[in-house]
């Protein structure tokens, strides 16, 4: 198997993070995993708002989120689990997150709110 690409914290960079999140779908997502802590099935993640994103386009948003720097996904047998990296981006781009949540948090997502108040403990 192919070895999951994750860029050290200071190769991340801010034009990656703001490509990565400028998908509602991809926010979303990244919301969700915030909020659980660490999902451990893709498909957990899959419903956004009442539509459900097919196993391919999920395949290709984590592949995004991951390269973006913002989650770290590892390989447990036949799971794929993905941890949030809100914290180490939050440390080198303070305020970058919170403030692209906040935006889609004022948009409406409901989701995305419960993601900020989370994040904000």
Known sequence: MRP???????????????????????AAIFAKIMQAGCVEACTAVS???DRVIPKSSLSNHFKVL???GL???ERHGVE????SRWLEVEARFPGLLAGI??????DAGSELQAA??????
């Open 116 to 121: 900020k108040t989370t994040a904000s403990r």
């Open 47 to 49: 419903a956004v708002g």
């Open 101 to 106: 949540i906040n935006a889609y948090a004022s």
């Open 4 to 26: 999951l690409f994750h860029p050290a914290i200071e190769d991340v960079r801010p034009e990656a993070i703001l490509h990565a999140l400028a998908d509602p779908s991809r």
């Open 66 to 68: 991951r390269e973006a």
């Open 80 to 83: 794929v689990r993905n941890h």
């Open 71 to 73: 989650i770290r996904s």
